[in-house]
């Protein structure tokens, strides 16, 4: 099956065929980095992740290009209400940004380009689209003509007729018409500026996206992702000013996740309805925030809820679960060589189904669904004791890679899968190899206390014929 990838230009689903063979660059709108975090930022860069990550799988080279907004009137503000520098309070996010990127295991993007960065490449495009009679200076900013753009709305549906309704003119502004939107903001006292042919100013939201994107990847590009509430105006404006200047298509697929709700509302730090990120973080694993994300299909809007997550825990645990005891089957003696003709089946079938379900618009919830029947329908082939499979060797090993293949694609384990004791540190396992001794000797009482220091630091054990098994204590 071909990868089938949602077009939003034509409403429908169609194959993926990359503007150059072979390779793909994709855009990804990154964080105006005013605050923290929330959760529904994190969804957005999941989603791009598992786009890229599945891109790479089928053997594309990617090229993958995540910005940050680091000047804005709200970053300005709050560092003029802190009385500091507007770049301590974008580093500042930006830190908090990676720091949770690591923990929801996303993949560094290739390039992290900031607006400040490309300020001459800004004025540079600005020029451009004024020379052509896209572009005209209104007191101290410069607008973009809206009209002029005949194509203005092919993305978002909207109609400019349409939009005319309720648009009006801010005080300050000098624009020749209401729906016209700004591309250089002239300076105000107390803000950052930079020299420009229009005065000192810095740029407008909206035009540092399509330069930073065409500057890296092309006047195409086959892939520019982002949150559905971006469509309009961001994605619209973003297609009106990169298509005026360089009169080609801007992006071929738009890749729109989902928004994520709560009571019905869209997490947003314009309304404070949200959850950071830092503070989800501190009940659940960063692994499971992730599995959480990836268990709905990302153009998909859903509810946040804490039940939901704990609910993503349970059903992580029983993956976790499930490569632990194929880990150990593999490290147990084997009685004899062979495979297992219905677990040989049944890997085959279950891969098939995964990858139709990430060729299938990257549908992640479904895969991990076909992962789930892997783990039902082994345990009923073996009884519920995957350790049976260590006489099937060849068979386990066909598992286990299959296991890899989809935590590759899927990013669910940080550390490769999980192993036995593989996530228990060396000193619990001191104490683990201490009682196992004092059992030997019979000496009872210091065996229990020894067991008592290993569930307070939060792990388990189980005595077993082959000796103790240790993991986390489920949480």
């Not at 007729?161 to 502004?173: I, N, Y």
């Amino acid at each position: 099956m071909s990868l089938q990838v949602y077009n939003r230009y034509k409403g429908r689903k169609e194959e993926f065929q990359p503007v150059r063979e072979g390779k793909v660059g994709i855009y990804f709108c990154g964080m105006t980095v005013q605050d923290k975090p929330h959760m529904g930022h994190m969804l957005a860069f999941v989603a791009g992740d598992l786009i890229r990550r599945y891109l790479k799988f089928r053997g594309y080279d990617v090229k993958y290009v995540q910005n940050f907004t680091d000047v804005d009137d709200k970053i300005i503000s709050k560092a003029n209400d802190e009385g500091v520098d507007f770049t301590v309070v974008a580093q500042r996010n930006i830190d908090e940004y990676f720091r949770f990127a690591g923990e929801l295991n996303i993949l560094p993007a290739d390039i992290y380009p900031r607006a400040t960065e490309h300020i001459d490449d800004i004025i540079a495009l600005i020029s451009k689209l004024e020379e052509n009679g896209y572009a005209y200076k209104g007191g101290s900013d410069v607008y973009y003509r809206v009209r002029k753009f005949s194509s203005y709305g092919k993305l978002s549906g909207r109609v400019i007729d349409d939009l005319q309704s309720g648009t009006r003119t801010e005080v300050g502004e000098e624009k020749d018409d209401p729906l016209d939107f700004t591309l250089w903001k002239g300076a105000k006292e107390g803000e950052p500026a930079w020299d420009s042919p229009w005065g000192p100013g810095r740029p407008g939201w909206h035009i540092e996206c399509s330069v930073m994107s065409m500057k890296y990847l092309g006047e195409t590009l086959d892939m520019h992702g982002g949150g559905m509430d971006l469509v309009f105006p961001h994605h619209e404006n973003e297609i009106a000013q990169s298509e005026a200047a360089t009169g080609k298509e801007y992006v071929k697929y738009w890749m729109h996740n989902g928004l994520l709700n709560l009571s019905g509302e869209k997490m947003s730090k314009s309304t404070g309805h949200f959850f950071l990120i830092e503070d989800i973080r501190k009940e659940f694993s960063g692994e499971v925030v992730r599995f959480y994300f990836l268990s709905t299909h990302f153009r998909s809007n859903s509810e946040f809820g804490r039940e939901r997550l704990a609910e993503a825990a349970a059903g992580f645990e029983r993956i976790r679960e499930f490569c632990v005891r194929l880990d150990e089957a593999r490290g147990a003696d084997a009685d004899e060589e062979g495979r297992d003709e219905k677990i040989d089946g049944l890997a085959r079938q279950v891969r098939e189904d995964f990858l139709a379900s990430m060729d299938d618009d990257f549908n992640s919830a479904e895969a991990i669904g076909h992962i789930f029947r892997l783990i039902r329908e082994a345990n009923t082939i073996t009884g519920g004791d995957p350790a049976r499979l260590a006489k099937s060797p060849a068979s386990l090993d066909t598992l286990l890679g299959d296991l890899e293949t989809y935590d590759s694609i899927l990013g669910l384990f940080a550390g490769g899968l999980p192993k036995t004791g593989g996530d228990v540190p060396e000193d619990i396992m001191q104490i683990v190899r201490e009682r196992e001794e004092a059992r030997e000797s019979k000496d009872w009482a210091r065996a229990d206390e020894l067991r008592g220091s290993v569930l307070e630091a939060g792990f388990t054990i189980e005595d077993r014929p082959g000796g103790p098994r240790v993991s986390r204590a489920k949480s």
